[in-house]
């Protein structure tokens, strides 16, 4: 199973340390840590490196991005600055990381040095002074970037002063979600519960209507006895197939071309393995699907989960799965042993019919 990737996005040489202590933490949580200096991206030749770079950010399972005093690299398709001016506006690699993150709703994950905090709050009463000596930051636009990333919703924001702080809070963070996400498992399974609940009780009600159409009608006591019989056989049927519906079997036929109507069908008159993918191809599986049925049946999980849906039927287990699995290599078998003969017989001489047939 392929591990969750956090990518890692910051400038590097201020942050290097942070992003090696992240590197391990995530390690240690059994993610993957998708960060560029340890060769994790995936460049491609023909394009900007930037643009591999917000490819993966795209990709990622989760996104942290950390905010430090260095703004970064200018991304592509401007200007190569060198030095740029402490005033000039441009996005850099960084923020396009985290504007392509955003774009796919990747999870996103922003900690700030408290000290660039501390000094963008004189920032927003000096905006538009451009003589204000800032400790910091190499850039106004680190300051432009925090006030973006404080406007998105669905952003989790850290002021931060040690990695410690990181670790502890993305912890948290983390475990909180996988929380919900239980919860959240938890709640749609007890809403499909509740579900199959009310649709049982749909027909039941159904059931009393029935009854006490046949009680005000004046219906005599054969007729009632015939449709409370009838009525039990319907509701027990049901309650068969809402049985069926929860089998594991069942739910891998319904992501087939095999209506429920025919897979149950098959299910209910089938005597053996055999009989049943037959009755499964004349309900439209297609040959594909029936290799992989036929491989299928040799697992014994699968052919568990035949025999207890045969059982809610009150019949009993099919005893040749793995003769049904190894059918089709027995007909190829016999195909070739048919075709290496003939191919034996056209090969060697035709024996003559008489004495004047012989070769000169």
Same mark, same amino acid.
């Given at each position: 199973?392929a591990?969750p990737?956090v990518?890692i996005?910051s400038?590097h ?13 995530v390690?240690s949580l ?7 200096e340890k ?8 394009? +900007?490196?930037d ?8 990709g990622?399972d989760?996104?942290v991005?950390?905010?430090g005093?260095r ?8 200007e190569?600055?060198?030095? +740029? ?5 441009y996005n ?12 796919r ?5 922003v900690a ?6 501390s ?13 204000? /000596?800032?400790?910091? =930051?190499d850039?106004v636009n680190v300051?432009?970037?925090v006030e973006? =990333?404080m406007s998105?919703?669905r952003v989790?924001?850290l002021?931060f002063?040690r990695?410690? !702080?990181i670790?502890? *809070?993305?912890?948290?963070? *983390?475990?909180g979600?996988y929380r ?6 938890t709640e ?11 649709g049982?009780?749909k027909?039941?009600s ?6 006490? !159409?046949? =009680?005000?009608?004046?219906?005599d006591?054969k007729q009632s ?6 009525e039990d056989?319907r ?7 809402e ?10 036929? /319904?992501?087939?071309?095999v209506?429920?109507a ?6 209910q008159?089938a005597?053996s393995a ?6 499964l191809?004349?309900g439209?599986l ?5 290799q992989?049925?036929r491989?299928?049946?040799t697992?014994a *999980? =699968?052919q568990?989960?035949i025999d !207890?849906?045969r ?5 009993p287990?099919?005893?040749?799965f793995?003769?049904?699995a /190894?059918?089709?290599?027995?007909? !190829?078998?016999a195909?070739?042993?048919v075709s ?11 024996? /003559?019919?008489?004495?004047g047939?012989?070769?000169?």
């Amino acid at each position: 199973m392929a591990r969750p990737r956090v990518f890692i996005s910051s400038t590097h040489y201020d942050l290097k340390h942070v992003r090696a202590s992240l590197d391990l933490f995530v390690g240690s949580l059994g993610f993957e840590a998708v960060l560029s200096e340890k060769g994790s991206i995936a460049y491609a030749h023909d394009r +900007p490196l930037d643009e591999s770079c917000y490819r993966e950010a795209e990709g990622a399972d989760i996104f942290v991005m950390l905010i430090g005093g260095r703004y970064g690299s200018r991304e592509s398709g401007g200007e190569r600055l060198e030095n +740029p001016d402490f005033y000039l506006r441009y996005n850099s690699i960084t923020r396009g990381e985290f504007e392509h993150a955003r774009r796919r709703n990747v999870p996103t994950y922003v900690a700030i040095e408290k000290g660039v905090l501390s000094e963008f709050g004189v920032f927003r009463l000096n905006r538009d002074r451009a003589d204000v /000596a800032y400790a910091h =930051v190499d850039s106004v636009n680190v300051f432009h970037l925090v006030e973006h =990333v404080m406007s998105q919703s669905r952003v989790a924001v850290l002021p931060f002063d040690r990695f410690e !702080e990181i670790q502890s *809070w993305l912890r948290e963070q *983390w475990a909180g979600n996988y929380r919900d996400l239980l919860r959240r498992q938890t709640e749609l399974g007890q809403i499909s519960s509740l579900a199959a609940q009310i649709g049982e009780l749909k027909e039941v009600s159904e059931t009393l209507k029935k009854y006490m !159409e046949a =009680v005000l009608q004046g219906a005599d006591p054969k007729q009632s006895a015939t449709l409370i019989a009838e009525e039990d056989q319907r509701l027990e049927e049901l309650r068969r197939q809402e049985l069926l519906r929860s089998n594991g079997w069942t739910q891998f036929m /319904a992501r087939t071309s095999v209506p429920f109507a025919d897979y149950y069908q098959a299910l209910q008159q089938a005597s053996s393995a055999n009989e049943f993918l037959r009755l499964l191809r004349a309900g439209g599986l297609g040959e594909g699907a029936e290799q992989l049925v036929r491989h299928m049946f040799t697992l014994a *999980w =699968v052919q568990n989960e035949i025999d !207890e849906a045969r059982k809610v039927l009150g019949l009993p287990r099919f005893t040749d799965f793995e003769d049904a699995a /190894a059918q089709p290599r027995r007909y !190829e078998n016999a195909k070739r042993a048919v075709s290496r003969r003939d191919g034996e017989r056209r090969a060697s001489p035709r024996p /003559a019919d008489g004495p004047g047939e012989l070769a000169d």
